[in-house]
């Protein structure tokens, strides 16, 4: 199952410390890499941030390991689907704001817009620090 809406708004810090994920309206069968590569754009920020693709690419690569911790094969499947998978979300959510009859939708509409082309103008480094 894919909760669809991994991200900082959708968990509960306690100290700091995450305890609970909350909002599962959009929850539907589909792939880890896919709930993943949301988790990492949404709490990365990719495409507004400041950090560079590396130093994202390294947290990326880090947060694979410790979900796949004590499964290597896992870890690399991850990684190695992760770029398909945040194009996936990427997409959907710009599909679903597209929809949206609302006011803040032309600035949520060019934020996405900005983290699709960061991850394509990207692609290339990310692939190469995700893979080995």
């Known amino acids: 199952m894919c909760h669809n809406d991994l991200a900082p708004w959708n968990t ?3 100290s700091g410390t995450p305890v609970a994920v909350i ?5 539907t069968p589909g792939p880890r890499a896919d709930d993943i590569a949301y988790l990492l754009w949404t709490f990365l920020n990719l495409g507004s941030s400041s950090a560079p693709a590396g130093i994202q690419t390294h947290r990326m690569r880090h947060f694979c390991n410790a979900y796949a911790t004590g499964d290597e094969q896992l870890g690399y499947r991850v990684r190695s689907e992760l770029l398909a998978a945040l194009d996936r979300q990427q997409h959907r959510i710009l599909n679903f704001r597209a929809a949206q009859p609302d006011p803040f939708s032309a600035a949520k509409h060019a934020e996405i817009l900005a983290s699709i082309a960061w991850t394509q103008l990207h692609h290339a480094t990310l692939a190469a620090h995700l893979a080995d």
């Open 12 to 14: 509960i810090l306690r």
């Open 23 to 27: 909002d599962f309206d959009d929850a």
